[in-house]
Each structure stands twice: as C-alpha cells, then as structure tokens.
C-alpha cells in the first residue's frame, strides 16, 4: 500500500493470537494521554475507539484504558515509541513504529525479527518516504470518495478492499498534509464517516516491483514483525 501495510486476515490472525485487543487498546491509552480523554476533541482517541468498536471490545475496557492513558487511574502509562528502519527481502524499505514500556526487550525483538532482512540505522530509509497525516474511515453509504477528498480537505485518497470496508458501502485511506490531520478528520466525522485511524503516518515515495513469490515472502516477512505485540505501525514501499 505504500503507507501502512495491511496482511490480508490480518484481523482474524491477530485475534485469534490474542493479540489485537492489546494493540487497540495502547492506542487507546496513548490517544488518551497525548490529546486528552474528551474523544470530541480528540480525533486519533475518536479512530482509536471506533476501532475498538468494530474489534467488539468490551465498553469497559474502552473505558479503563481511556482513563490510564489519561493519569485517572492509580496505572499509569509508560508506554514510549520506538522507531526503527530497515529493509525488508529484496530491498524493500521498512519502517516500523513500536509503543513499548521496556526498550531492551523491543530492541531485541526487532532485531530478530529482522534476521531475513537488514535493520538500519535511523535515516537509513525515512528519506524515502514522506511524513503525514492517515485517515481511514467507511460510510454507510456509497459516495464519490474523490468528491468526499476533496470537501474534506485531503491531499490523495485511496479506496479501501472489499475486506476493509467490513459491510459499509464505502471506505477510504485519506492523506493530509500534517498540520490538516485533525480537520480533515474531524470534517470527515461531521460527514457521517466512521474514522477508525487518525495519525501521523509515512507513505513511501516510490514502490518496490516485485514478483508473485517476492511478494509473497515480503509479506510473510511484514506479518512476523507485525504480530509482535510491541509493534504498532509497519510501513512498507510495496503497494
């Protein structure tokens, strides 16, 4: 996809190792923390809850979570991110962003998770992509995702898979400058979309061409690093 990449039954694989509820909710805690516990006018705590909600995590635990990452709780958040760059098989340029609350165990995580590739340096590979804002979001009804782009204010839009779209009849990956993230977003809410990601992001610059079978263990390769609970973000020249 060139900006976050996406397995195909990524979510069933994840929920069935028990990972996906962990995930959902340091975003949760993490949103909370950084914008405030008011989802209104918090955009990434609103994405964050709406995919709690199409995850089917529990109310309460929505809740918990928003009050930790917000201080409101004796369990305080110590989640920090880390953000490593490197190369996934065939040269392909990775980026992958972890929220951990122990960096010994996420560095040496990463760095095995990477055997089959190669880890970088920082900078190794960020030049090759571009910083900015990421919305996904479906409707209930079936619009002109270019027109719907363009009132909000986005940069590019990219149409949604079948698998994505999860019943809604429309549903797109919308782009932003930086300093446009939480307008957009919030333009897009006020349109009847649901937003499920609202964040600061990359979108590689160019794409790697590779093979049915490269593609393939690139993939594979991507899932590994992905299925590491650490693991937040993975961002990928491949389309």
């Not at 110590?78 to 960096?103: Q, R, S, W």
């Not at 979001?137 to 990219?158: K, Y």
């Not at 794409?207 to 650490?230: A, G, P, Y």
Request: aromatic share 6%; net charge negative; charged share 30%.
């Amino acid at each position: 996809m060139g900006a976050q990449w996406k397995a195909s039954n990524k979510s069933e694989k994840a929920a069935k190792q028990g990972a996906m509820f962990s995930k959902l909710a340091k975003e949760i805690s993490v949103s909370a923390k950084l914008g405030g516990p008011e989802a209104a006018s918090n955009p990434r705590l609103r994405a964050a809850i709406e995919a709690a909600k199409k995850a089917s995590m529990p109310k309460d635990t929505i809740e918990r979570n928003i009050k930790k990452g917000a201080g409101l709780t004796d369990d305080k958040v110590t989640y920090e991110t880390l953000t490593f760059e490197g190369f996934a098989p065939h040269k392909v340029p990775v980026i992958v962003e972890c929220l951990t609350d122990n960096k010994n165990r996420t560095n040496s995580e990463v760095r095995l998770l990477f055997r089959k590739g190669q880890l970088g340096n920082s900078g190794a590979v960020a030049w090759m992509f571009d910083k900015v804002g990421l919305i996904e979001a479906t409707h209930e009804n079936e619009l002109d995702i270019e027109e719907a782009a363009i009132e909000a204010g986005a940069q590019e839009v990219e149409t949604l898979s079948k698998e994505d779209l999860e019943g809604s009849k429309s549903g797109a990956q919308f782009v932003t400058e930086i300093s446009d993230l939480n307008t957009v977003s919030n333009n897009l809410s006020e349109n009847g979309w649901k937003v499920s990601l609202s964040e600061l992001g990359y979108r590689a610059k160019n794409f790697v061409d590779l093979t049915d079978d490269q593609l393939k263990e690139v993939s594979e390769f991507l899932q590994n690093i992905d299925d590491n609970d650490d693991v937040h973000r993975v961002y990928a020249a491949i389309k």
